[in-house]
């Protein structure tokens, strides 16, 4: 099993729609990450959490340590959205190393 | 502002030869990575580089080579390409922090094929 799982693989909706990308993993860390990755582009860091929620105008990540989770909401999604959402984890102990998740595929129809 | 530069952007190569992909930052970043890209598998660790001089494996570290003689460049070297070892190629950077909470830097990726 990986250490970190993401659901779902592939998420589709339409422009407006509220979205919920999760993050599960079983590892101690001392952070989480969540990562965008354009089609055929480069990967841009979008957060770093090691407690609670953070807010970047309508993107919001939250974090729960003790069950292990976390999720990426998107509020009044756009077909600029549209990129692969990944996940990764700091272990804690594992130097400046990420884990990763096979990220989400998100697509936004207008 | 130049950041983190890869080089170069494509590549085709034919199996048994050597192919050396650049990495070069500008932030003087302590630690820089080097991950390959694949249907299926995400991001994989191949090497990582604490500072000038030390370098570690990471995950798929079989078929590759790393130095780094100097802070701001990170090269990655296939001593003989196989066709596995087709795939893109991201190289990171990020800032050395007790706290271990430092985003990482991706540049924009290699993509390498080796027939």
């Known amino acids: 099993k990986n250490e970190v799982e993401q659901s779902p693989q592939n998420l589709t909706a339409q422009e407006g729609e509220f979205i919920t990308i999760n993050c599960s993993y079983s590892?101690?860390?001392?952070?989480l990450h969540w990562l965008q990755q354009h089609p055929g582009g480069g990967i841009v860091s979008l957060f770093m959490l090691s407690s609670g929620k953070k807010k970047h105008g309508r993107l919001i990540a939250t974090i729960n340590i003790q069950e292990k989770h976390s999720s990426l909401h998107i509020t009044a999604s756009h077909p600029r959205d549209s990129a692969v959402y990944i996940c990764a984890v700091k272990r804690i102990g594992g130097s400046e190393k990420l884990v990763f998740g096979k990220g989400t595929k998100l697509t936004v129809n207008p | 502002d130049a950041g983190i530069t890869q080089s170069p952007r494509y590549k085709i190569t034919e199996t048994g030869r050597q192919v050396t992909l650049m990495c070069h930052q500008t932030w003087s970043h302590s630690y820089m990575f080097w991950y390959r890209q694949d249907l299926g598998h995400g991001l994989r660790l191949i090497y990582y580089?604490?500072?000038?001089?030390?370098?570690d494996k990471g995950e798929v570290p079989d078929g590759y080579v790393v130095s780094r003689s100097k802070t701001e460049n990170f090269p990655l070297t296939l001593e003989s390409a196989t066709r596995s070892q087709t795939s893109v190629y991201f190289c990171?950077?990020?800032?050395?922090?007790?706290?271990?909470?430092?985003?990482?830097?991706f540049g924009d990726g290699t993509r390498l094929s080796i027939l």
């Open positions: 990171a950077s990020s800032r050395a922090d007790r706290g271990g909470n430092q985003p990482q830097h």
């Open positions: 590892v101690g860390i001392s952070a």
């Open positions: 580089s604490a500072a000038a001089d030390i370098t």
